[in-house]
């Protein structure tokens, strides 16, 4: 079974920065895409960043310039660098994957933004 585990959050103030990290029990090379997403307090959820096989990027709109999304295949992770964070990107950051026909996702790691 593939997993992929999510680590690197905690409680941050307005302004600081975390990294993420996203490791998989398998090879990334395979993998049609990955992706961070987030689940709010509201329980909305929501779109951070992806990245495609060939490396393209996208960012939501509201992480645009403050988040950057990055894979290292030979370590089989992939991180999300967020800087300048804000209370509202508080939530239960989790990472997926397109492999295939098949959807992967993490259990999450919690990101609380607060003063």
């Known amino acids: 079974q593939i997993k992929l585990v999510e680590s690197g959050g905690g409680e941050v103030q307005p302004g600081g920065s975390l990294r993420l990290s996203c490791a998989s029990s398998?090879?990334?090379?395979?993998?049609?895409?990955m992706g961070w997403y987030r689940q709010t307090p509201e329980n909305e959820r929501e779109l951070v960043a992806t990245i495609t096989a060939g490396g393209t990027t996208n960012y939501a709109d509201s992480v645009k310039g403050r988040a950057t999304i990055s894979r290292d295949i030979a370590k089989n992770t992939m991180d999300l660098q967020m800087n300048s964070l804000k209370p509202e990107d508080t939530g239960l950051y989790y990472c997926?994957?397109?492999?295939?026909?098949?959807?992967?996702r993490g259990q999450g790691t919690q990101v609380t933004v607060s003063s």
């Open positions: 997926r994957a397109a492999l295939g026909a098949t959807a992967l």
């Open positions: 398998t090879s990334i090379f395979s993998f049609k895409a």
